[in-house]
């Protein structure tokens, strides 16, 4: 069975520039989450969808970012226009029941705004 | 201010010694979980913990909740270089719907 995947690896835009990273659920898995870490701190909820719709989006940093999860299977987050704060290392997971089910992590797309 | 204070953020150790980590907080949670995470890979799930006390064992691994629900341990026993990796705890508070919380992580090298 395949585990989450995500795409790309790796992105490195210039401030202002616009990216869209794209998660990949493992199959069946209604509940799909974002997360973020930022160098030096913690992983950070960013929300949760279960299917196509958002159960919890208070995790999101402000409104440059956009995440959408269309027919509830695989979902993006787009972040524009990118601020050189937004770095960090973005996760997916997705899991089969709501919280606290096991969450199953993607390696996590490395994204670097200069 | 972090939720959840783990401790301590790095440790280095020879093989076959024993060693805990620690992740505590002043509030109290449902549920707790442990993960392990290495370079280029999300975190994995190790264990979840949810009732005050309970201690659950994994291999060497061995993983306490506090009986007020508010910190927990992860002890490994006879540390191998596999172990090496980074430990994070994740919790979720009591009442409804509460996102989790990561803690920062306890980065661990086991020296062979």
């Known amino acids: 069975e395949a585990g989450v995947t995500q795409f790309p690896s790796h992105s490195v835009i210039e401030k202002g520039q616009t990216v869209t990273l794209r998660c990949d659920p493992i199959s069946g898995h209604d509940n799909l989450y974002w997360y973020r870490r930022v160098m030096g701190k913690e992983i950070k909820f960013l929300l949760h969808f279960v299917k196509e719709s958002k159960q919890d989006e208070s995790g999101m940093p402000n409104n440059r970012f956009l995440a959408e999860r269309t027919g509830g299977t695989y979902s993006t987050l787009k972040v524009q226009p990118a601020e050189l704060e937004d770095s960090g290392v973005y996760f997916c997971?997705?899991?089969?029941?709501?919280?606290?089910?096991?969450?199953?992590f993607g390696p996590g797309t490395r994204l670097t705004v200069t | 201010t972090q939720l959840l204070e783990q401790s301590p953020q790095f440790l280095s150790i020879q093989e076959g010694e024993n060693l805990t980590v620690y992740c505590n907080s002043s509030?109290?949670?449902?549920?707790l979980q442990w993960y392990r995470q290495e370079p280029g890979e999300g975190p994995v799930l190790l264990v979840t913990?949810?009732?005050?006390?309970e201690v659950k064992k994994l291999k060497r691994l061995t993983f306490q909740f506090g009986d007020a629900r508010k910190d927990s341990s992860l002890h490994i026993t006879a540390a191998q270089t596999g172990d090496t990796g980074l430990y994070l705890c994740a919790a979720r508070k009591s009442g409804g719907y509460q996102k989790v919380t990561f803690g920062i992580g306890t980065k661990l090298q086991v020296i062979p």
């Open positions: 509030s109290v949670f449902s549920s």
């Open positions: 913990v949810v009732t005050g006390g």
């Open positions: 997971a997705s899991s089969v029941k709501g919280p606290p089910g096991e969450q199953y």
